[in-house]
Structure formats: C-alpha cells, structure tokens
C-alpha cells in the first residue's frame, strides 16, 4: 500500500489495492474513481491551495438608454442602436413606463428578437432601457465562493438559484449589488442591477486538469497537499465499493465507517485551512 501520496498513480494504487482486486494493474475505473474524487474534494470548500490568485473580476455595463418600436404579440421590433456600433444580443430590454423585461436573442441592424412576444400595447419609438445582470464566469472557474463589489466594499450574498428566482418579481436597479447566484455552472445573475457600470471580484477555485496517473509531473500532481492527499484515495476507494454493492451487499458496512472517515477528514481539513463552505442556496 502506498506510504506517499506524491501523484495519482500512487494513490490509485493504494485504493486499488486496498479494493482486494486481484490484478497486477490499476483499472481505468478506479482512475476515474480518482479524477471524481479529486474533484470534488476540489468542490467542498473555498480551499486555500486551490484558490485563484489574483481572484476573479467581473466588468459590469451601464445600461443604455435607446427607444423601441413593437407591436402587441410580436417577437421582433427595432431599436435606434445599431448592432455595427454595439451588439445588444443577450442583455434584455424594456419600455420604461412599463417596465417589464425580455431577453435580446438576437440584435442584427436596428432588428431585435425578443424571448418572448411583446405582451404590452404596440409602442413606436417608445423609451426603452437595455441592461445586462448576467455575466460569465472565467473560464478556468470550477466553483466560485464569494463575491464583493470592489467599488462599494460590501459582500454580496451568494444565494441560491431557486431562492433568487422567486425573490425578484421583476429586473429590479438599485443603489447596490446585493445579491447573485449561479444561473449556470459558468455564469452568475445579479440582482438588482445597477444605474452605472461597477466592479465585481471574487473568490474562485481554479478548475485543474485530470491527473494522468504518469507517476511524475505536474499532469499527475494534486493541488491538494500531500498530507491530505490520503482523502482523495479513500473516496475513490468509497466509489469502488458503492459501484460494486448491489453484487457485494456485504460492502455496506464498509462504505459506512469509510464514508465516516472522509467526514472526518473533511472536517479537518476544513477546521485547518479555516474555510467555511456556508454559501450556495442561502
């Protein structure tokens, strides 16, 4: 059984081994077992050895003041901005009086295609307000924690969602940034949107590459540090014994005291790096 656990070979190794297979060869399962079990390990909290550095920051945009022309029960209308000058496709739109917000699919000219037939009366060259409360999330981001407007100072909560959602009956502006979730994995909603352009940072752990079981480099070294790398090949270990346990009933009392173990060592870990994962869904 593996004594160091510098790369992924050796802690494939150690769980395949301490799996009982009667094979002289690791499995791709059981490496896939450890790319999993890295990951979300990754995922479980705001680690310090895996956050980005310098943190994220997001460029938010003023919205625009321009004018619509639609009618009732269509999807397409004109605006005054032409697509040459700027491409309004996905911010959202809507009649100021109204208030009432629908997503720009697609800007071409003056030509705008809304998500949605226009529900409202017919407007012709009607004020008309276009903002984005969407943006994307670096590419590199594999699980962002926290955010804060740079240029207020204050936290945003990070909140679910669903809870999100349903808080905001309509697109709402205000002051300041106080809330946002993830609306995909890769891309946040903030809410409420502000009257001028503003900076967000924040705080991400980087998404790695899977360890290539090489058994040398950086493509087979974790980010976590090797004292805590033993966690990694007892959660492969669990996803060995789960994918055999409908054949194994057997297992179950294994899986308990091992799934109890890597709580454990979670807790530790997280008690040592001082890291809370209290947000998402709050």
């Known amino acids: 059984m593996a004594e160091n656990y510098t790369y992924g070979k050796d802690i494939a190794e150690d769980a395949f081994q301490r799996a009982g297979i009667q094979d002289d060869t690791v499995t791709d399962k059981m490496k896939r077992f450890v790319n999993r079990a890295y990951f979300d390990i990754l995922m479980q909290a705001p680690w310090t050895f895996a956050l980005k550095h310098p943190p994220g920051i997001i460029n938010t945009l003023a919205p625009v003041d321009d004018s619509i022309t639609i009618s009732e029960g269509s999807a397409s209308g004109t605006i005054t901005t032409n697509s040459a000058t700027t491409d309004f496709s996905g911010r959202k739109i809507w009649q100021k009086t109204q208030q009432i917000p629908y997503r720009i ?7 705008i295609t809304l998500d ?3 529900k409202e009366d017919d407007a012709s060259s009607d004020d008309a307000e276009i903002f984005q409360d969407e943006y994307d999330l670096a590419s590199d981001c594999l699980r962002p924690w926290s955010f804060r407007g740079r240029n207020s100072q204050l936290p945003i909560d990070f909140k679910g969602p669903i809870n999100m959602h349903g808080q905001y009956d309509t697109e709402t502006y205000g002051s300041e940034i106080i809330d946002c979730s993830l609306i995909q994995h890769d891309r ?3 809410k409420p949107w502000l009257k001028e352009a ?17 058994g040398a480099g950086a493509g087979d070294t974790p980010v976590i540090p090797s004292w805590n790398r033993a966690v990694i090949a007892d959660r492969a270990l669990l996803y060995q014994l789960y994918d055999w346990l409908d054949k194994e009933p057997a297992h179950a009392a294994r899986i308990q005291s091992l799934t109890n173990q890597i709580n454990e060592q979670i807790a530790e870990m997280k008690a040592f790096y001082n890291v809370e994962a ?3 869904g709050a």
């Open 188 to 190: 946040v909603r903030f």
């Open 198 to 214: 503003t900076t967000i940072e924040y705080l991400y752990c980087e998404e790695q590459d899977p360890l290539d079981f090489s």
């Open 105 to 111: 699919l697609t800007h071409s000219g003056t030509t």
């Open 116 to 118: 949605a037939t226009w």
């Open 278 to 280: 209290d947000h998402f």
